[in-house]
């Protein structure tokens, strides 16, 4: 895919150089996240029958597309990081999966090929993107997708009272420092500082402008949103 000059460049973004830390950084999420829980939370959600596929942007270590490879015909994982691909394949060699097809690309810049798939997921990965070019994002998917198919995301998305916005960052920080480390809390801060999360009322608005109803929506502790939607 030939990208203008004008269009964000994923592969800018922080997340993007996880070529050689995707082992250390799957241990930290296991540590700071119910990933199990999640997951099951997911397909739960998406209630897969064996004929259908999934597509899952950002896939990063893997652990949803692999998790859903039991559950449906075909799972596509994308993710710009070839070290994160890497590291997913080979934990899914190991796991005996065979029906996951590890694709590099983004959310710009992913192109699917073939029929529609059945479901998107992405998990902690839009957060990415400045706000006009998670609306492209979002339309990208919504194009992937027939009627009714569904759409599982998840990101930092902050939910706090903004009029308390110091006291939410730091309690939100002095817990992740506490329960992690130094080291985790101060990639928190840089996320603040430098990544682009945005408000509750704007995810929502810019999922519903997609095309997409959502049937439910779940914030946790003022910085993570999980938005289950179908597409109209």
Request: charged share 25%; with cysteine; net charge negative.
């Amino acid at each position: 895919m030939t990208v203008p000059v004008w269009q964000y460049q994923e592969s800018d973004h922080p997340g993007a150089d996880f070529d050689s830390l995707a082992e250390i950084y799957d241990r930290n999420m296991q540590k700071f996240r119910d990933i199990e829980g999640e997951v099951r939370e997911i397909l739960d959600f998406l209630d897969l029958s064996p004929d259908q596929s999934v597509l899952e942007i950002g896939t990063g270590t893997g652990e949803f597309a692999i998790a859903a490879s039991g559950y449906c015909a075909r799972v596509y994982a994308v993710d710009l990081s070839a070290g994160m691909l890497r590291y997913a394949a080979k934990k899914a060699r190991v796991r005996g999966v065979s029906n996951v097809e590890f694709l590099p690309g983004g959310f710009l810049t992913y192109n699917h090929q073939g029929a529609p798939v059945d479901a998107v997921v992405t998990q902690v990965a839009l957060h990415h993107l400045p706000d006009f070019w998670k609306q492209i994002a979002l339309l990208r998917m919504a194009e992937m997708l027939p009627a009714g198919g569904k759409l599982f995301l998840r990101d930092v998305v902050y939910s706090f009272d903004l009029k308390c916005y110091e006291s939410s960052l730091n309690g939100y920080l002095a817990r992740a420092r506490e329960k992690m480390g130094p080291k985790f809390s101060q990639s928190i801060e840089a996320h603040v500082k430098r990544e682009y999360s945005t408000l509750d009322w704007i995810m929502r608005g810019m999922i519903e402008r997609a095309g997409f109803d959502v049937v439910r929506e779940e914030q946790k502790e003022g910085f993570l949103g999980s938005y289950f939607c179908i597409k109209r």
